[in-house]
């Protein structure tokens, strides 16, 4: 089992920075990717960036070079800082731990997310 806790939303005008923190517990030593999604009121959760344990990331397109994920030690805490933020940005942010199981499924958790606000 991995718990997930986010932190650091709020209410940003347009053009703001946040960063977000993702502190996970439990088993983490089984992570293998870790990400952040968001999701917006009618719309469906998208990711945003991801890093692997291996430190790759990888970035939706219409956040590349605004936002950066990062952490701390191995995979604890994960960072998303997002800079030059857009009123559309407004959403549900979720933090997402990808665990592999015994063959070639996934085990997804996800925690219970941080709101995040543009304004214009």
């Known amino acids: 089992q991995v718990r997930l806790v986010e932190s650091g939303g709020g209410l940003v005008q347009a053009g703001g920075s946040l960063r977000l923190a993702c502190a996970a517990s439990g088993s983490i030593f089984s992570i293998s990717v870790m990400g952040w999604y968001r999701q917006a009121p009618g719309k469906q959760r998208e990711l945003v960036a991801s890093i692997t344990n291996g430190g790759m990331t990888s970035y939706a397109d219409s956040v590349k070079g605004r936002v950066t994920i990062s952490r701390e030690n191995a995979k604890n805490p994960v960072y998303l800082q997002l800079n030059s933020l857009k009123p559309e940005e407004t959403a549900v942010y979720y933090c997402?731990?990808?665990?592999?199981?015994?063959?070639?499924?996934?085990?997804?958790?996800w925690g219970r997310g941080t709101q995040v606000t543009v304004s214009p």
């Open positions: 997402n731990a990808r665990v592999p199981g015994p063959y070639t499924n996934v085990y997804d958790y």
